[in-house]
C-alpha cells in the first residue's frame, strides 16, 4: 500500500540547515508527483514545493532562495533542504501524494 | 498568486443539518480541491477536481463550483465531521490553500 513517511531533526537552532527525508513505498517516484507542505502550529497549511515524475522542481516562491527539493529513485526517498532558517518556519513538515500523506514531522527552530 | 479566501471561519452545526463552506479564489482557477484535517491528524482528500469524490469519502460530502467561487457541502452533518476544511487550487504556481473552516458540532 502508498505510504509515505518524514524524518528529519526536531530542533533546528536559528540560522541553520534543515535537512528533511521522506521515504516513499508502494508507488514509484517516477511515475507520480511528490509535495511538501507545511503547517504552522495552530495555523494553516501551506505550499512548500514539489518535485515531479520527471525530476522537475516547483518551489513557493516566498521560500525558493532557500529551498531545494531532490529524489533518490533507487532508495524511493525525496529530500527537503530549507537554509537560513528562522522561528517563523517552525511548522509540522508533511511529505504528500495529496490523496495520500504523511504522518509529519514537527520541526522547531529555536536556540 | 492566487489567494483563496474562505466562509465561515468557523461555523458550527446540529447533527443532520446541511452545512455550506465557501472558497473564493482571487483569480479564475479550472479546479478546486477539499481536504479534512482533524486535530492532530493529517489532511485528508475530500474532494478533487472540484466534485469527484476521494476515495472511501462518505457520499454525503459534495463539491461545486468554477471561476472564482467554489463550495463544499455536507448534506447531513455528523458528529465524526467536525473538523477543520481547507479548500485549495492548483490552476497556478504557487499552489495555495484557503485559510480554513473550522466546522463544530452543537
Known amino acids: 500500500q502508498v505510504q509515505l513517511k518524514e524524518s528529519g531533526p526536531g530542533l533546528v537552532q536559528p540560522s541553520q540547515t534543515l535537512s528533511l527525508t521522506c521515504t516513499v513505498s508502494?508507488?514509484?517516484?517516477?511515475?507520480?508527483?511528490v509535495h511538501w507542505v507545511r503547517q504552522p502550529p495552530g495555523k494553516g497549511l501551506e505550499w512548500v514545493g514539489a518535485i515531479w515524475s520527471g525530476g522537475s522542481t516547483d518551489y513557493n516562491s516566498a521560500l525558493k532562495s532557500r529551498l531545494s527539493i531532490s529524489r533518490d529513485t533507487s532508495k524511493s526517498q525525496v529530500f527537503l533542504k530549507m537554509n537560513s532558517l528562522q522561528t517563523e518556519d517552525t511548522a509540522i513538515y508533511f511529505c504528500t501524494l495529496y490523496d495520500y500523506w504523511g504522518q509529519g514531522t514537527l520541526v522547531t527552530v529555536s536556540s | 498568486e492566487i489567494v483563496l479566501t474562505q466562509s465561515p471561519t468557523t461555523t458550527a452545526a446540529s447533527p443532520g443539518e446541511k452545512v455550506t463552506i465557501t472558497c473564493l479564489a482571487s483569480?479564475?482557477?479550472?479546479?478546486m480541491y477539499w481536504y479534512q484535517q482533524k486535530s492532530g491528524a493529517s489532511p485528508k482528500l475530500l474532494i478533487y477536481?472540484?466534485?469527484s469524490l476521494a476515495s472511501g469519502v462518505p457520499d454525503r460530502f459534495s463539491g461545486s463550483g468554477s471561476g472564482t467561487s467554489y463550495s463544499l457541502t455536507i448534506n447531513t452533518m455528523e458528529a465524526e465531521d467536525a473538523a477543520t476544511y481547507y479548500c485549495?487550487?492548483?490552476?497556478?504556481?504557487?499552489?495555495?490553500f484557503g485559510s480554513g473552516t473550522k466546522l463544530e458540532i452543537k
Open positions: 477536481s472540484t466534485s
Open positions: 508502494g508507488f514509484s517516484l517516477t511515475s507520480n508527483s
Open positions: 485549495q487550487q492548483w490552476s497556478s504556481n504557487p499552489l495555495t
Open positions: 483569480s479564475s482557477v479550472s479546479n
